[in-house]
Structures are given as structure tokens and as C-alpha cells.
């Protein structure tokens, strides 16, 4: 489970405008709505706008949430499977694909090499070393401090990729911010963040975490009430610098990139910690954000690549029968789906049937607290250097609009 782009964690940190090479690939690319990703209605249930319209209303009528958990926590073991793992292995597949032409290539400029062989190489290995150190050493305590570093960078990561998500999804349509209103919603996201961080501490409670055992941080409940006045405060700024925006300066904003935003940093963030049987169902709201981004990224590279090959060159949601590209992004999607299964369920249980930890010692899902911990804290390194402006990729392929 997470909660790190598109920035497109998304993680874009800034716009990046259409250029000619962007202008080819997209006539390579065909169907697609212009100024969207793929469609105004499916960039709305994808952005955030599914959470709103779905999940919102049914949790609301439900009254007896005891008496529903049983069946949420089924339908987001589906979800989880087919959604929220899928979104985690497509971030490996975009990585590891072609990594050693983007470290070796003479073409490559260094400071992005280095970007590259630190989320590739370098921090999945000091990760993994303190995980898998922890467990050799039988430091539980020191282990619980990985769920504490999860749930702070998971918080981090839904914000900014709702920060991402907006500044996207304006810009494929030609929707510019200013650098004062970019400040704003930077630092509503991550005053909400810190706000809803501090909410999980205002008390010394022991938690599990996967069976793990960690205590939250003893946080002062003034320092709470600053924060959650400062997340008031800073949404309120945003909230009139867009209607400045739109009344007073008459310029346009993208409503999909902002319930996209709205979704990232309340609903997920705020009211994640709200209701229990909303918290089963926020990771699978976050993947499909995500994987909003993915796809039309990955279908705009297999139709550049089918095209380079002399296959087909146009490509629509319709078509997965009939061209190269398309059963090229169906094959995508499936090996991200036999990866995520593999890394959040066949190899934990493996190592846990293999190793029979203490569960006295670690709790009876030790392995699996590990290889999440660790696919999510790799996730957002991953993140960060995939969804860049200084990714030639992601100019080409995520910003080709007819």
C-alpha cells in the first residue's frame, strides 16, 4: 500500500512545453482528445474524480461499517492485485527498461547517469540492507522504525503527486501557472501533509504495521492545532488564488488537474485517517491516478516504437486487438500485474515459509512488512527520477498532443 507522481508520482515538478520531436510522436499516437490524456470524462474518474463520484456516497450510506469490513477488505485485496501492485511494478518496467543505454550511453548528460544509478542501484540496496540487516541482527525495534519512515514518505508522495497531477494535466492544455500560485500549492500540499503526519502522533500509541510493532512520536497537541490551522490557511490561499484566477484575471484552469489535486490531498491525505473502511480502498484511488499517466505514456511509446518498426501507426483504447502498440501496452499491463504478485505475495511468503521467523519476536507476517516497506520507499526514488522535465522520454512520449 502507498500513498509518491505522478507528481506524476507524478512527479513533475515543472511543466514542460511541446516541442516539434513532441508534435511527430504525437501524429504517430492517433486517437486521443486534444488537451487530455486520453478522454475529459476518463481523465476525471482517473485524476480523482472516481473517489468523489463512488466512493464518497456508498461509504457515507453505509452505517454499519463493522458489519461491511469483511467485504471491503475483499474488494481491496482484488483492488490491490489488479490496481494498486500493477502501479508499483509499471514504475520497475519504466526504470529498468533501457537503464543501461541511459548509464552507459555516451549521449546520456551525467548529472541524469547519476540520477539513474542512484534510484537504480544504490538506494534499493541501502534500503534493502537496513531491512534485511534489521532482521539478521533480531532488532525489532529498529525494524518498526521502517513503518514509521513509510507512513511519513507515504503522506510526502500522495501530495506531490497531486502537486504533479495538476501542473500535468494543465499543461497538455496549454495552462500555465505562475510561479506564485506553483508556491501555493506546493505549500498547501505539504502543509496538509505535515498536518496529517502530526495527526497520526498526538499520542504515544503502539500500532502494527503487517504483524511489525511500532510506536507513533509523542507530539505535543498544540503543535497539532498550529498545523491543522496552517493547512486551513494555506487551502484558503489556494482556494482564492484560483478564484482570482478564473474571475478576476479571466484565465483557465484545468478542473480534472484540480479534483486530481483536491483528491490527492484530502481525501487520501486528510481523510485517510478518517475512516477505517475509506483507508482500504485510498491505495487503489492513488494507483489508478497514477496509472493515468503510465498508460498514455506507454501507449505513445509503443506507437512510436511500432511506427520506427513499420507497424501500425495509430492507436485507440478499441484497438487492442488489431495493432502492435496496443497488445504491446496489454502486455505491459500484464507482466506489471505477475510482478506485483510476485513481489507483495509469492516472494514474502516464500521467505516466510523458508525462514520461519520468531513470530513471537517480529509478528506472523514479518517478510511481507519487508518487501512492502521496501517496494514503496524504492517506489518514490523511482518516481523521482523517471518523472522529470529533464527526462527526454517523458517530453516526448507523456506530452504528445495532436
Known amino acids: ?34 488537451g487530455y490524456l486520453f478522454h475529459p470524462i476518463v481523465d476525471f474518474l482517473l485524476a480523482g474524480g472516481g473517489s468523489v463520484l463512488v466512493a464518497v456516497p456508498v461509504f457515507w450510506l453505509i452505517r454499519d461499517k463493522a458489519a461491511a469490513h469483511p467485504t471491503a477488505l475483499t474488494i481491496g485485496l482484488v483492488l490491490s492485485i489488479l490496481i494498486n501492485y500493477p502501479h508499483f511494478a509499471h514504475s520497475y518496467q519504466l526504470l529498468y527498461s533501457g537503464i543501461g543505454a541511459r548509464i552507459f550511453g555516451s549521449g546520456t548528460p551525467t548529472k541524469v547517469r547519476l540520477k539513474y544509478i542512484w534510484a537504480g542501484f544504490v538506494a534499493p540496496a541501502l534500503i534493502g540492507g537496513f531491512l534485511i540487516g534489521t532482521y539478521v541482527s533480531g532488532s525489532a525495534r529498529l525494524l518498526a522504525l521502517a513503518a514509521n519512515a513509510f507512513w511519513f514518505t507515504t503522506g510526502w508522495h500522495y501530495v506531490k503527486q497531486g502537486y504533479g497531477v ?17 508556491k501555493l500549492l506546493l505549500a498547501n500540499g505539504y502543509t496538509v501533509w505535515i498536518y496529517s503526519w502530526m495527526a497520526l502522533n498526538m499520542g504515544l500509541h503502539e500500532k502494527t504495521f503487517y504483524g511489525v510493532k511500532y510506536f507513533t512520536l509523542p507530539l505535543p497537541s498544540a503543535l497539532v492545532t498550529v498545523g491543522y490551522f496552517a493547512a486551513l490557511l494555506t487551502t484558503a490561499a489556494v482556494a482564492g488564488a484560483v478564484v482570482y484566477r478564473v474571475l478576476m484575471r479571466k484565465q483557465p484552469v484545468s478542473w480534472n488537474g484540480v479534483i486530481g489535486y483536491v483528491s490527492s490531498l484530502y481525501l487520501w491525505v486528510i481523510a485517510f485517517n478518517a475512516d477505517p473502511l475509506f483507508t482500504i480502498f485510498v491505495p487503489a484511488f492513488h494507483s489508478l491516478q497514477y496509472l493515468l499517466f503510465v498508460w498514455r505514456y506507454q501507449l505513445n511509446r509503443a506507437a512510436a516504437q511500432a511506427s520506427a518498426d ?69 517506489h518514490y526514488f523511482i518516481d523521482n527520477v523517471i518523472w522529470r522535465r529533464d527526462n527526454e522520454d517523458v517530453r516526448r512520449f507523456l506530452f504528445a498532443t495532436k
Not at 511541446?18 to 486534444?34: I, L, P
Open 1 to 34: 500500500m502507498t500513498r509518491s507522481a505522478v507528481h506524476v508520482r507524478a512527479e513533475l515538478r515543472q511543466a514542460v512545453p511541446v516541442d516539434e520531436a513532441t508534435s511527430s510522436t504525437a501524429r504517430a499516437t492517433g486517437s486521443r482528445h486534444v
Open 166 to 182: 495538476i501542473i500535468v494535466l494543465s499543461a497538455i492544455r496549454r495552462i500555465h501557472f505562475s510561479n506564485i500560485e506553483k
Open 310 to 378: 513499420g507497424t501500425a501507426s495509430s492507436i485507440g483504447l478499441t484497438e487492442i486487438d488489431k495493432t502492435s502498440p496496443a497488445m504491446r501496452l496489454a502486455n505491459f499491463v500484464l507482466v506489471g500485474v505477475v510482478l506485483g504478485i510476485v513481489g507483495f505475495g509469492a516472494l514474502p511468503a516464500l521467505f516466510q515459509a523458508s525462514l520461519a521467523p520468531d513470530a513471537a519476536l517480529w509478528g506472523p507476517t514479518v517478510f511481507a512488512f519487508i518487501f512492502v516497506v521496501w517496494i514503496n520507499l524504492h
